[in-house]
């Protein structure tokens, strides 16, 4: 019973932690804040976590397994790479606009107050990189299409969606993604479209209803409006 109780007091520290580093940012965020909208005293604050370091830590752990669950959940079944490659950019922003602790993760990683221990904006550039080197390999990249530049694209698209996401939600909204794959995918994949407007195949793009999984719901957030 002790130990199960432990197990949800940190639980709830580490999302209560998310939501305060993604409102005011880490340097901004108190550790009181924190305990009070856990519930919990300060004490058991620190008998958890020695710091607020520690605590943006835990954030970042968390926020970096929610991601490789979406990246895992995408690799099932045989598909192209680049289709697992749209399935995790769905994934992605469905878990920025919806996982408080996921987006806390992603954006202290870019926080000029907190030096990241585990950097998910360079994990997220190392898992694009990842799918378009196998899909040179499997042949569904398109040979006039250079990796790089594949990459590049990806990587500023998605992770700038994720930075305008904060401000306006529709930016990563499903609609939003799906559109920068509407847009790309005809140019950068080898395999043949049928002949919709603009030249693309809805079938490849990302499933509007696919469900990825979630650490954790912010009752807080802003709804998408797309």
């Not at 830590?57 to 192209?80: F, H, K, M, P, Q």
């Not at 806390?104 to 190392?126: I, M, N, V, Y």
Request: hydrophobic share 40%.
């Amino acid at each position: 019973m002790k130990q199960e109780r432990a197990y949800h007091t940190r639980r709830d520290l580490i999302r209560s932690a998310a939501v305060a580093f993604d409102r005011h940012g880490y340097a901004h965020a108190t550790l009181s804040e924190i305990s009070r909208q856990a519930g919990v005293s300060n004490g058991a604050l620190h008998f958890h976590f020695d710091n607020k370091s520690a605590l943006a830590a835990a954030v970042e752990a968390a926020a970096g397994e929610t991601l490789r669950d979406t990246v895992r959940e995408a690799y099932r079944g045989s598909r192209s790479a680049l289709r697992v490659l749209t399935d995790i950019s769905v994934g992605l922003l469905r878990l920025l606009r919806g996982n408080v602790v996921f987006r806390a993760g992603f954006q202290l990683s870019c926080d000029p107050a907190w030096t990241p221990q585990l950097d998910l904006r360079a994990e997220w550039h190392k898992c694009v990189q990842r799918c378009v080197d196998e899909a040179v390999k499997d042949g569904s990249l398109h040979p006039g299409i250079a990796p790089r530049d594949a990459v590049s694209t990806i990587v500023a698209a998605t992770t700038g969606f994720g930075l305008l996401g904060r401000e306006e939600p529709e930016w990563v909204s499903q609609a939003t993604i799906n559109g920068f794959w509407v847009l790309l995918l005809p140019r950068i994949s080898a395999e043949p479209h049928s002949a919709e407007p603009g030249g693309h195949n809805r079938r490849d793009l990302p499933e509007t209803g696919r469900e990825f999984t979630e650490l954790s719901q912010t009752g807080d957030h802003r709804t998408p409006s797309g």
